[in-house]
């Protein structure tokens, strides 16, 4: 016991407290919209305790609390291994889905093992493939060499993304794997190679291959606003616009009765319905001031695969923060992209807490900077 108290009396010195109060009042929020959002839904579509979705985000906020603590508190070797084993037993689990995933929707994405809740195995892998993708990039070879490398580890987890198909997540880890190689000192040219590459190889599966006939349908009605086929990106906007600038009020919205899991997808039209558009600035703001201090202390940083971990997560963050505010605003076409720390969802929450830990872990102060 004594020396549990020694370790977190070390943690609590060592760690960024204000990065720390940042999550913690993200998750506070995500925690706070899901009671407000929810409590209608479970009583009048499931005739359960109001409070059914509200008990369940807490206790993945819990879980989510305790991983973040683990991940934060380890040695930076230690935490190096666990997430290079992590990402292996996350990608057999993601080779999995084809066959033994559940349906929803006409995607597999998710597993239900019994003895564990559904999950979505790409949401616990991402952290954990920007760990590996990094430690790649920073080995003493060839340049050439580290990018095929870091290409190969890409491939597999494109090729599972794309069997169940998962367009949204398959460009999401692509663009935080292009952000790596080119913050690593790629040659420009090279790098928009491979963008130009990503972007050919999206548009041929969108229109030429029909297992992304729903992205194409997606894609045609966001261009064609009056093909009919736009009803929850019409429904959010409405929503949006309904809230104004200060929001009809708590449990005064509507989207949630309109659209079938807005308390995840659509999270930010049902808060700006409810609360108003400040408050949607105001969190925005809150993601801005997070990623600003992380990459503050990127500068401050010795090891270079370090540098690029921190990177990755804010970049992963930040990209899923753009894409879900799109969507929501109409920039973007429907994805099914969650907030993190704020959508519904227990895979969107542990894999958000994990890239929490993480960098929490590398930006504590070491003793190279005390």
């Known amino acids: 016991m004594h020396r549990f108290f020694e370790n977190f009396y070390d943690w609590w010195k060592n760690i960024d407290k204000f990065i720390l109060f940042l999550i913690s009042v993200l998750f506070f929020l995500g925690l706070f919209f899901s009671l407000v959002s929810t409590s209608l839904i479970a009583s009048d579509k499931l005739d359960t305790n109001s409070y059914y979705f509200f008990i369940k985000h807490l206790i993945f906020i819990g879980l989510g609390a305790l991983i973040l603590f683990f991940l934060s508190i380890l040695k930076e070797d230690i935490l190096i291994k666990i997430s290079l ?28 093992l019994g003895v564990l809740p559904r999950f979505q195995p790409i949401e616990l892998l991402k952290p954990y493939f920007i760990v590996l993708v990094s430690i790649l990039l920073c080995l003493n070879k060839n340049i050439f060499y580290k990018y095929l490398l870091s290409g190969i580890v890409l491939l597999p987890v494109i090729l599972l993304l794309i069997s169940q198909p998962d367009l949204g997540q398959t460009l999401l880890i692509t663009m935080v794997w292009l952000t790596l190689i080119f913050v690593s000192g790629i040659n420009i040219y090279l790098f928009f190679l491979f963008f130009i590459f990503t972007i050919s190889i999206s548009t041929y599966l969108i229109f030429f291959v029909s297992k992304f006939e729903y992205i194409k349908i997606r894609l045609l009605s966001f261009l064609n606003t009056s093909s009919g086929n736009n009803y929850q990106a019409d429904r959010a906007s409405d929503a949006i616009s309904g809230g104004g600038f200060f929001g009809r009020g708590i449990g005064e919205g509507t989207l949630n009765s309109k659209v079938p899991e807005a308390h995840t997808d659509y999270i930010i039209s049902v808060i700006s319905e409810e609360f108003g558009a400040i408050i949607v600035i105001l969190i925005m703001i809150l993601y801005l001031v997070f990623s600003y201090n992380v990459i503050k202390k990127i500068n401050n940083t010795i090891s270079e695969k370090n540098k690029l971990i921190l990177i990755g997560c804010v970049t992963l963050i930040l990209l899923q923060t753009f894409v879900h505010v799109g969507v929501n605003i109409r920039l973007l076409p429907t994805t099914g992209m969650t907030l993190p720390f704020l959508s519904y969802g227990g895979s969107s929450i542990i894999s958000t807490a994990l890239v929490s830990g993480i960098i929490l872990n590398l930006t504590k102060r070491r003793l190279s900077e005390v």
Do not use: C, H, N, Q
């Open 85 to 112: 084993i992590l990402f292996f037993i996350t990608l057999a689990s993601l080779l999995l889905v084809p066959f033994v995933g559940i349906e929803v929707k006409g995607s597999k994405r998710w597993l239900d």
